[in-house]
């Protein structure tokens, strides 16, 4: 199996965790709980800053000083936009659950004081449609570069239906070089609708020194050190991801692989 796909440890609790050491990185990490109604998981205050996204079922959150009372509605994360909460380093998080909870811990270091908790709504997200025929996905924007929304963290959600690819062309950014391109560290949680299906994803590196090709199931997540790391959904399956980035600058700009460059030119 590749060392590039985490895939569940156990069917509750923490299932998913990945961190900078077992990764072999540098900034990001991604934890996945599957709680029951009335389980609760906290976060301590460090030096990490988090987000916290509700990717399935309702939840009761607080964050520093506010208690944001129980949200969410979606019991599948193909069923609308999520509601999150970012949490700044140094302040504490709990999360209890109303309902069955797949909840999402997205972290990168962070600053004390830099950016306040906040209440991250459906309404308080953008949507955007990326690529076209078959390459065509949907894209929900949580913390988006645009904005100055976080202090290391970006993390967004994209549907692909099945058939079509995503992160394709295929893009890299893993090199510190703005604003041409931006060094950051990816992961993908990846779910299927239905959950019995698969798709693919390659990670590989000009140089063909990094190149894997990786089967996703649903609940894995797939980790993306560097180079080129495209998706592809299989017929009849439709595929949500949640991507967590992070690097030394709170920017995506991201290189084509020059390969499939043609794929970008305007057709007559």
């Known amino acids: ?32 709980h599957k709680l029951k109604a009335g389980e609760t ?25 506010q208690n944001f009372g129980t949200l969410g509605e979606r019991m599948t994360p193909f069923a609308g936009k999520p509601w999150s909460v970012y949490v700044p380093a140094a302040e504490p998080w709990s999360v209890t659950a109303a309902t069955d909870l797949d909840l999402a811990v997205c972290t990168a270091p962070g ?4 950016h306040p908790v906040r209440l991250i709504g459906p309404d308080d997200t953008s949507q955007e ?12 924007n949580i913390l988006p570069d645009i904005l100055d929304a976080a202090h290391s963290l970006l993390v967004v959600e994209v549907i692909t239906p ?15 070089d703005p604003p041409r391109e931006t060094q ?29 090709a990786i089967v996703i199931e649903d609940g894995d997540v797939t980790l993306v050190p560097r180079g080129y790391h495209p998706c592809a959904a299989t017929h009849g399956h439709d595929l949500y991801y949640l991507n967590v980035m992070a690097g030394p600058k709170r920017l995506w700009k991201f290189h084509n692989d020059p390969a499939h460059a043609w794929l970008l030119k305007p057709t007559a």
Not at 131 to 137: A, K, L
Not at 162 to 176: A, L, R, T
């Open 184 to 212: 950051l560290e990816e992961t993908y949680y990846h779910r299927l609708q239905p959950a019995s299906g698969f798709a693919f994803q390659r990670v590989y590196s000009d140089d063909r020194s990094l190149d894997e």
């Open 129 to 140: 449609v990326r690529g076209t025929g078959t390459s065509t996905r949907y894209v929900t």
């Open 111 to 114: 600053k004390a004081g830099s």
């Open 162 to 176: 099945g058939g079509h690819s995503s992160s394709y062309p295929p893009h890299k950014h893993d090199v510190d």
């Open 41 to 65: 998981v906290r976060g301590k205050p460090s030096d990490r800053e988090a987000c916290l996204v509700l990717v399935t079922g309702r939840a009761t959150i607080s964050a520093g000083s």
């Open 1 to 32: 199996m590749s060392n590039l796909r985490v895939r569940p440890a156990k069917a509750s609790g923490e299932v998913i965790a990945v961190t900078p050491a077992s990764a072999g990185w540098r900034y990001v990490g991604f934890h996945l």
